[in-house]
């Protein structure tokens, strides 16, 4: 009887071994800024066999890295497996996604929306168009998210935010943003033009699926709320969610699935059509 059981427990380890993402830190580099960046890159199980899966790119905030969602959101990943989609996290450098007109080192918009796609779809069995292609974050990656999904709309089909730094006007002091684009003070047209709010004539209805998540105790929660009531005056269809939950990793760790099934169940549709 125990070594009927033993073999049951085993049998059970085996198979939820054999199905499980497969995660690998790659290197690729960026002529723009002529430096190699790491970014992970989660492939579900099913990949060998896989024709061609959409991509969901999760971007980090600031003072993280490229490691922090399979580091700090610690099952995340399961998502791969459940939803068929290849999810890479690159590296944003603290540079709020922005291609920095003060720093040149700083071209992470070029990266992100250009260079590592180009090379990811080389690289991947992916789809190669919007249709297959998604991009969210957290705080200064829920800001990058939605400025790069608004500004190439050719290129993402679906955007999200979580804790999003969604309008950087009010934080023009804070996480180094004067050092991408100067001071608000000297500078302020280039605040004006690049924060996420500025962009939303770019929108016309349905051009883009939206999902945007903010807690309540979030001190980025008025700029999430006022870019809801925003969207809701230019009629742009998107997903609002809000619930008690500050700026951390708890509130992320839930977030992250809602974003997840979102993007999936656009993808989805989009394969429909």
């Given amino acids: 009887m125990k070594l009927k059981i033993w073999m049951l427990l085993l049998l059970i380890a085996l198979v939820q071994k054999s199905n ?28 060998a066999s896989a024709k061609a899966l959409p991509v969901v790119y999760l971007l980090h905030g600031f003072g993280g890295n490229y490691a922090d969602w399979i580091t700090k959101a610690k099952g995340f990943e399961k998502a791969a497996d459940q939803f068929n989609m290849i999810i890479v996290c690159p590296d944003g450098n603290n540079s709020w996604y922005w291609d920095s007109p003060v720093d040149e080192k700083y071209k992470y918009e070029t990266f992100i929306s250009n260079e590592l796609i180009k090379w990811v779809d080389s690289k991947y069995k992916t789809i190669k168009d919007r249709s297959g ?40 002091n804070n996480w180094e943003m004067a ?23 770019l929108l016309t209805p349905n ?67």
């Fill in 20 to 47: 499980a993402a497969v995660v690998d830190t790659i290197e690729t580099y960026s002529s723009s800024m002529k430096k190699n960046i790491k970014a992970v890159v989660v492939t579900p199980d099913s990949y």
């Fill in 133 to 172: 292609r998604a991009i969210t974050g957290l705080s200064m990656g829920g800001h990058g998210a939605l400025y790069l999904a608004l500004k190439h709309q050719d290129i993402f089909g679906a955007a999200g935010s979580m804790s999003g730094g969604v309008d950087i006007r009010p934080f023009p």
């Fill in 179 to 201: 050092l991408r684009l100067g001071n608000y003070a000297d500078q302020p047209q280039r605040w004006e033009q690049n924060t996420v709010i500025n962009l939303l004539h």
């Fill in 207 to 273: 051009s883009l699926a939206l999902m945007i998540d903010c807690g309540t105790e979030d001190f980025f929660y008025k700029v999430n709320e006022n870019l809801h009531q925003q969207l809701l005056f230019r009629n742009i269809p998107h997903e609002y969610i809000t619930r008690p939950g500050a700026h951390n990793w708890p509130y992320w760790n839930n977030a992250i699935q809602y974003q997840l099934l979102f993007m999936n169940n656009y993808f989805k549709g989009q394969s429909k059509k």
